[in-house]
């Protein structure tokens, strides 16, 4: 294994991209002194996939990147070269589809699936059997209309596939429970599902699936599996159960042993139920395929761990997780705001302000992001927060019987403080001792920003505080402990992707004042008078703490490149130019608008942005 690792280059494999073509760029990056290859998932994912983070089965590798013969040839070909090889891993979700076959498993079989509880389905939303008992069904929001509309267009189809029945709609196809094929023809299929009384025996044989196909509007209302963020095709793994985790690393923990792998990066570790459990149980067994010694705290330095954690301006990595750090975004955004000049900016975010005219942007980044949280918490990741509400209702009852609480209610506190969490989560968990300082502290922080609301029921807030950080939790009962903990748990399962898709994909398309200091972990609001002394103190903590973490300029994540942020940094050099050029553009552009309603479009802070995108990436084409 090559050691020390000293730089990392990234593949993307893809099916037209596969190992045998990364084989073509390894003398290069041999020659430009890169110490480690770090390669995308090489697991087998939905077919066709342009990024491999859908794995849909753990135990094989990626047929389109060359399968296991392709792999060792690459593993050859990086030994060749003096190159180690760092693999990303996917523990939180996996792609489902027809492709998946523990998911097909469970749609066929419902509870009663071996892998019922691989994945994390809340089963207790069933609705009623024409016999009146409850079935738990997988809600599948897939369907372009509702269920009757779908029936009466024909769209919805039995067909056979591999000479069993499946039911065809666009696309897509599902399994049919066992159970419920007794009365389906052999042959003949079309003829059966045809006509008035063909809709009909459609209509209850789709009421005795363990699914449920919904409308995709309800998907954010209803969809009762957790995803990753909102994307229904990537459904959440229970990664703390023993069984999901040997399924999950059994290929990698092999390559570990025989030494083709040399380091992990684990993707969005913010997503599982349990992160520190997780790294420990990772760490002891890279350990134990290595002979290593056992070890809950800093790893040995013979193989490197790396989590993909999103850390916030004023957030530290915990000491106790077994890895040698994060992927470096927090490095980027401390090294961006060093080529932003602070008088230019403040000049430009002045007249951008001036510009757009956009009701509430004068309050600063904070609202912007409390608003685009709140926006997707009452939109595609409503399910999340009623499955919240829901769990949060008897431990609210009880707690205050002399309030008027509901469901509705709840969800209305809930959505506050987790619009108001200034991190991507906290780390509560059932094990003995007091919630940690930096836990507490960012709970309380949500907790003083969201009574400052007067909308804020602050009788249910102080409740969900005093849940979070585990007050009186020794005095409690082991089943209202556990309860709770549930409660945390999900809770802070949902803080990250409120950030991410609230901040990440909304925010920071909403203020530009300066687009290069919009970055996956940033806070382009954050003041820029430090940022020379800032870099510095975060550097020496680095080499103390965490002297093997990665860091980057650029990642697959980022919205933008080092290179077009190095250009955009530039105009705060050169604020009157810039800003005189963009009102002669504006000027120029006005004839090209058009009208959507009453909107006109693009509306002036889209149009700012395209501003700011073409002179990033000009000259195009060269």
Known sequence: MPWPLTATYRLQLHQDFGFEEAHEILPYLERLGISHVYTSPVLAARPGSTHGYDVVDPGHVNPEFGGDE??????????????????????????????????????????????????????????REAADRPRAQVILPVLGDELETVLGRGELALVLEDGGSRLQYCDRSFPIAPESTANLPSSGLDAWSDGLEGHERLRQLIAQQHYRLAFWRRGAREINYRRFFDVADLAALRMERPEVFEAVHARVLE???????????????DGLRDPLA??????????????????????PRTFPVFVEKILSPEEQLREDWPVDGTTGYDFLNDLEALFVDPEGFEKIRSQYLRFCRIPGHERGFASVAYGGKLKILRGSLRADVRRLARLLFPIARAALPDSRITRASIARALEKLLAYFPVYRTYVDGRPGPVHSDDRRWINRALERALEDPLVDRPLAELVARVLTKEAWDELPRRQRTRRLEFIQRFQQTTGPAAAKGVEDTALYQWVPLASLNEVGGDPGRSLGDAVQRLHRANCERAAKWPQALICTSTHDTKRSADVRARLDVLSEIPDQWLAAVRRWRRINRPLRGRAGRRIVPDPNTEYLLYQTLVGIWPVGK
């Open 255 to 269: 390559w570990v042993a025989d030494g083709s792998v040399d380091g992990l990066r684990v993707d969005h570790i």
């Open 70 to 127: 392709g792999r060792r040839a690459f593993v050859e070909a990086l030994e060749h070269h003096g190159l180690g090889h760092v693999l990303d891993i996917v523990p939180n979700h996996m792609g489902i589809g027809q492709a998946n076959r523990y998911w097909e498993d469970v749609l066929a079989k419902g509870r009663q699936s071996p892998y019922a509880q691989w994945f994390d389905v809340d089963w207790s939303g069933g609705i």
């Open 278 to 299: 997780y790294l420990i149980r990772l760490r002891e067994e890279v350990n134990s395929r290595l002979d290593l010694p056992r070890t809950t705290h800093h790893a």
